[in-house]
Every structure is written in structure tokens, then in C-alpha cells.
């Protein structure tokens, strides 16, 4: 079985800053791109970030200059480091992760509010 564990969300003003982790446990030989994605109430789920194994990066536009993925492959964690955090980033957001022979798996979510 694979797991997927985030940590990180909560409460913050507008401007502030908050980082992600989400590491994944169980039984693998290697993971394939990780990332996040996010939904807000009322509306579709989208992308927020991604990484590949060798580091390359995706950003939806509308986190892009503000948020910056990262993954640790040695813990098989990915990080998403959030700056000038506003209220429409508002959301619960999921980490994912590809797993080579295997399903894709998600995250439960974890919650980010941003307040104005």
C-alpha cells in the first residue's frame, strides 16, 4: 500500500506565507512526478504546482512568481513553499504523486485559508 501524509495548512493573513509537505510511505521502487493541485468551494479542482523526478517544474498561472515546489527524494517528500498568500488561494489542496507500475495516488487534502 501506498500513503500520501500533508502537513502544513492553516490560517494566514493576506501577504503571509505558508509551506507545504507531503511525504509518501509504503511499498514503491520510485515516484515519478509529485505536485499539487487545489479546490476551492464552488470550483474545479486545478493545478498548482508540479515536479518531475529529475526537477523539472509546472505552475498554474495564477501561483506563479509566488509559490515554489521542491521535492526531496531521499524522503520522498514534496514541498510547496507559498509566499504572498492571498484571500483567493483560499482552498484545500491535494498532493499527488505517480508511481511507475502502480496508480496514481492523492492525498486526503489539507485545508489553506487566507484571510483578508
Known amino acids: 500500500q501506498v500513503q500520501l501524509v500533508e502537513s502544513g495548512g492553516g490560517l494566514v493573513q493576506a501577504g503571509g506565507s505558508l509551506r507545504l509537505s507531503c511525504a509518501a510511505s509504503?511499498?514503491?521502487?520510485?515516484?515519478?512526478?509529485m505536485g499539487w493541485y487545489r479546490q476551492a468551494p464552488g470550483k474545479q479542482r486545478e493545478l498548482v504546482a508540479s515536479i518531475t523526478s529529475g526537477g523539472s517544474t509546472t505552475y498554474g498561472d495564477s501561483v506563479k512568481g509566488r509559490f515554489t515546489i521542491s521535492r526531496d527524494n531521499a524522503k520522498n517528500t514534496v514541498y510547496l513553499q507559498m509566499n504572498s498568500l492571498k484571500p483567493e488561494d483560499t482552498a484545500i489542496y491535494y498532493c499527488?504523486?505517480?508511481?511507475?507500475?502502480?496508480?496514481?495516488?492523492w492525498g486526503q487534502g489539507t485545508q489553506v485559508t487566507v484571510s483578508s
Open positions: 509504503g511499498r514503491f521502487f520510485s515516484i515519478n512526478a
Open positions: 499527488y504523486a505517480e508511481f511507475p507500475g502502480l496508480y496514481d495516488y
